[in-house]
C-alpha cells in the first residue's frame, strides 16, 4: 500500500487525493487493454478472429515471446491460472498455428510450448507495440523509481487474484 510514512512511523492509509489520482488511472488502463485487438498486426487478428481467440491467449502468447519456451506447469504459474485453464489456452493456440508443443526431453510426461516460427514475428511486433508505453514509462524512472513502480504493479496484481 503507498502511504506517507517514513521508514520509522506506522503505516497509514494513503492520502485522499492519492488515492484519488490513482482510482481516476483504472479506467485509462482498463480501455487500453480492453482495445489490444487494434494495434494487432492485420494477420495475427485474422488468425484471432477465425480462431475465437481472446485476451487470455494472447497472454500466453506474451509470455512465449519473453520466455521463449515455457513448460505447461511454468506457464499456468506465470499466468497464475489453473493448469487445466493454460492447457486448453495452449490447445486452442496450437490449433491456430500459433505454438507448437513437444515433450521435455528431461521429463517426457512434461509439455514444452513455444511461438510457431511461422508466428513468431507477428506476435513478437504485437507485443513490442503494446509494451512501448510501458518501457517509455521505465525508461522515464531512476533505478529506484522503476523498482518501486514495478513491486507496486506486482502487489496490485497479486490483491486482484481471485
Do not use: C
Amino acid at each position: 500500500m503507498v502511504t506517507d510514512e517514513g521508514p520509522d512511523s506506522p503505516p497509514r492509509a494513503p492520502r485522499a487525493e492519492l488515492v484519488e489520482k490513482a482510482l481516476r488511472v483504472v479506467p485509462l488502463l482498463e480501455a487500453y487493454f480492453r482495445h489490444a485487438h487494434v494495434e494487432m498486426p492485420a494477420e495475427l487478428r485474422l488468425v484471432f478472429a477465425k480462431n475465437h481467440l481472446s485476451a487470455r491467449h494472447a497472454a500466453v502468447l506474451s509470455q512465449l515471446t519473453v520466455a521463449h519456451t515455457l513448460g505447461v506447469g511454468e506457464l499456468a504459474h506465470r499466468m497464475r491460472v489453473s493448469i487445466a485453464t493454460v492447457s486448453e489456452l495452449v490447445s486452442d493456440l496450437g490449433q491456430a498455428g500459433l505454438l507448437q508443443r513437444r515433450e521435455d526431453p528431461g521429463d517426457r510426461r512434461k509439455v514444452l510450448v513455444s511461438l510457431a516460427e511461422t508466428a513468431r514475428p507477428s506476435v513478437e511486433e504485437f507485443v513490442a507495440v503494446r509494451s512501448a508505453p510501458l518501457l517509455r514509462v521505465l525508461q522515464s524512472m531512476g533505478r529506484p523509481d522503476r523498482q518501486v513502480f514495478a513491486d507496486g504493479l506486482a502487489a496490485w496484481a497479486r490483491e486482484t487474484e481471485d
